[in-house]
């Protein structure tokens, strides 16, 4: 099985995507009821915001990858007490964790691998295997840890 977690700091649109998204998505629904494994608000599956600093995001994971195609594409809000349960996307090839609102004190990405805690710093990407097992423990904080994420093929 490979474990590779790829890191990627320093995301140079991420200003962009963080204006474009973050007043938006802090004041999205709860699209999937807490019924998956995130345990914290999240968009649907194939979150579809028009936009140039989205698109040009999309497009840098695919650059960044192997992959040729975004499967899903969603976004999870965290507020305090939120967190997720460790699982795995092994119906896909990677999963991609980006960090477009946190602090590095914020709760952290917890992956079956090494590094296996990764600081929710904003601009990281997170790059790894459908099939890694992952989780993100209890947020403590007032502000919101937002990430957007995906499975690709």
């Known amino acids: 099985m490979n474990s590779e977690v790829r890191i990627i700091d320093g995301y140079v649109g991420h200003w962009s995507l963080k204006r474009d998204l973050v007043r938006f998505l802090e ?8 019924e ?17 600093p989205v698109d040009d995001f999309k497009k840098f994971i695919l650059s960044s990858t192997n992959s040729k195609t975004i499967v899903n594409f969603w976004a999870n809000i965290y ?6 349960i460790k699982h795995d996307h092994i ?24 590094p296996s805690i990764i600081k929710p710093l904003e601009g990281r990407m997170v790059i790894f295997p459908g099939s890694l097992k992952h989780c993100v423990p209890v947020h403590f904080s007032d502000e919101t840890r937002i990430t957007l994420a995906a499975n690709l093929n």
């Open 91 to 114: 119906r896909t090839k990677q999963s991609v964790v980006y960090f477009l609102k946190s602090k590095p004190n914020f709760a952290p990405l917890i992956v079956d691998s090494k």
């Open 36 to 52: 998956t494994n995130v345990k914290a608000t999240m968009t649907d599956w194939t979150l579809n915001w028009n936009s140039q």
């Open 79 to 84: 507020r305090r007490g939120d967190y997720t």
């Open 27 to 34: 004041n999205h629904h709860d699209a999937q009821n807490r």
